[in-house]
Structure formats: structure tokens, C-alpha cells
């Protein structure tokens, strides 16, 4: 696995592939700036009106729903219509499923009626989303019985490879389960950090074919430079700050050195 997710990396800062996100107002630069650091090309349009021209553009497209409306809601639809058509990987980050009905009801409609690649989110939303209750308080994670069960269940049911993040992040496809072990309790602390590590799962799944590796390889990077960025921080402001940077500078040795991810 250390060098496949090696692979990746080196393909993605040589391909510089475009991930189009259609994501939430609070992260939308912190994505653009992490995509960039990564070593891939972000662009953020939610526009109905380009969204074609856009989306069949990109190499994957990033979904978001942490800031709903009806007419982003129409976009998305259009840009995920649009990438099924083109064989675009569709990653979904269903931010606050369980919280509100719209938030549930759209993530459903969208896992139901169209090919999504990749649904990430936390142990509540993932349980929600599966049937098997689960809590989410706003955007966090409250209770899920069985992060494992949820997320394989998830992914046999939607037919996607389902990762769910938290202490340990959980990868399946509803047969094989990868779980990434790296990563730093202070990413709870600082707005966004999960939608961040959609951005770069998106570019590795960008680069590659099989796509359960992908999204571990993303996972265990960010985690990776998370880790590294928690020795030079001295709190959640500083911790934000050297993990940009951690992320612009992760290399191959930090990778040998620190990536943990397991088979279940």
C-alpha cells in the first residue's frame, strides 16, 4: 500500500488533475487551497448555467451539501448527471445527513439516483444514510453504534465505496475494508477538516483505478500530514497553519515513514 499511495501522490502533482467542487460557503477556499497543495488543480462553480461546461472538465467532481439550497441543489444534479455521462468519478460528502430532512432526503435522492464513487462522511451521517440510526448534532457526529457495520452496509447498499472518518477512518466496498490509522486529534478542532480531506481523497481517486486503494491513499496522507503538523503546532490556529503546509510538502519518506493502514 505505502507505495501505491507513493504512486498516486507522484501522479497526482505530475497530471495536476481539475477537481470541480460545488461545495459549502465555509470551506470553499480552504478546499481550493488544499487541492492546490496536494498538487492538483481546484475549481469552485455552482453555477446551473456552466455547470455542464465545467463538470466535463474535470477529472472528479467534489459534492458537498454543507450549504443547501434549492438552486445549488439543481446544480448538483445537473453536474453529477453530467459526470455519470462522462465516467467523471462523483465523490459525495453528505455534511449534516440526519440533522435536517433536506440535508437526509437530498443525499438519499442523489445516492439513489445517480452513480456516486465515493460517499465520505462521519460515523452518524454514514449510519443514518444506511438505515441503522445514528445521531448528528448540526454538522457533527453525535453516536453510530458500529462505524464498521455502517460503513460496510453503506457500501453494499448504495454500491459505492464508503469511507467513514473519525479516530480511525474506515474504507469498504461492503467486501474488503481497509482501516487508516494515521491522523491527530486536534483535526476536530479546526472548521472543516473533514471537507478537506474530501478534497483530497477526490484527487487521488482523480489518478486512480482502483479506487478503494484511492481513497485510502488519500486518508492516510492527510492523516500523514496531519500528524507531522501536530509536532510543530501549539494549538488548533498554529495546528491549521503547519498542516497547509504539511499537505504542500508531504513526501515520499513521510509516507514510508508514518502511513499505517490496515486490512480488516
Same mark, same amino acid.
Given at each position: ?17 481539475? !477537481?470541480? /467542487?460545488?461545495?459549502? $460557503?465555509?470551506?470553499?477556499?480552504? @478546499? ?12 469552485? +462553480? /455552482? +453555477?446551473?448555467?456552466?455547470? #455542464? ?10 459534492? @458537498? ?17 453530467? +459526470? ?23 443525499? !438519499?435522492?442523489?445516492?439513489?439516483? $445517480? ?6 462522511? @462521519?460515523?452518524?451521517?454514514? %449510519?443514518?444514510?444506511?438505515? !441503522? ?7 457533527? %457526529?453525535? *453516536?453510530? #453504534? ?16 464508503? +469511507? ?7 474504507? *469498504? ?10 491522523? /491527530? ?7 472543516? %477538516? ?7 481523497? %477526490? ?18 496522507? $492527510? ?19 503547519? !498542516? ?15 502511513? @499505517?493502514?490496515?486490512?480488516?
Amino acid at each position: 500500500m505505502v507505495n501505491e499511495c507513493k504512486k498516486l501522490l507522484a501522479e497526482i502533482r505530475a497530471k495536476r488533475p481539475l !477537481l470541480h /467542487h460545488i461545495t459549502n $460557503y465555509v470551506v470553499m477556499n480552504d @478546499n481550493a487551497n488544499i487541492a492546490l497543495h496536494i498538487g492538483a488543480s481546484p475549481v469552485m +462553480a /455552482h +453555477a446551473y448555467e456552466e455547470i #455542464e461546461e465545467m463538470t466535463s472538465l474535470a477529472s472528479a467532481l467534489v459534492i @458537498n451539501i454543507g450549504t443547501l439550497d434549492k438552486d445549488w441543489i439543481k446544480s448538483m444534479e445537473l453536474a453529477i448527471s453530467t +459526470a455519470n455521462k462522462r465516467g467523471i468519478p462523483v465523490i459525495l460528502d453528505p455534511v449534516g445527513a440526519g440533522a435536517t430532512q433536506l440535508r437526509t432526503d437530498t443525499a !438519499l435522492r442523489f445516492l439513489s439516483d $445517480y452513480q456516486i464513487t465515493v460517499l465520505k462522511g @462521519n460515523a452518524g451521517e454514514i %449510519s443514518v444514510l444506511a438505515g !441503522l440510526g445514528g445521531q448528528v448534532k448540526g454538522v457533527d %457526529s453525535v *453516536s453510530a #453504534e458500529a462505524p464498521l457495520e455502517a460503513a460496510r452496509t453503506a457500501a453494499e447498499k448504495f454500491g459505492v465505496i464508503t +469511507a467513514i472518518t473519525g479516530k480511525e477512518d474506515i474504507v *469498504s466496498d461492503g467486501k474488503n475494508t481497509l482501516i487508516v490509522k494515521n491522523g /491527530h486529534q486536534w483535526l476536530s478542532t479546526i472548521t472543516g %477538516s473533514g471537507c478537506n480531506a474530501t478534497t483530497v481523497i %477526490s484527487a487521488f481517486v482523480a489518478v486512480a483505478d482502483n479506487i478503494l486503494n484511492a481513497v485510502a491513499c488519500g486518508l492516510g496522507a $492527510y492523516g500523514v500530514a496531519a500528524e507531522i503538523a501536530a509536532q510543530k503546532a501549539q494549538g488548533p490556529a498554529s495546528f491549521k497553519q503547519a !498542516l497547509f503546509d504539511a499537505v504542500y510538502n508531504l513526501s515520499d519518506t513521510d509516507i514510508e515513514k508514518l502511513l @499505517n493502514i490496515e486490512n480488516v
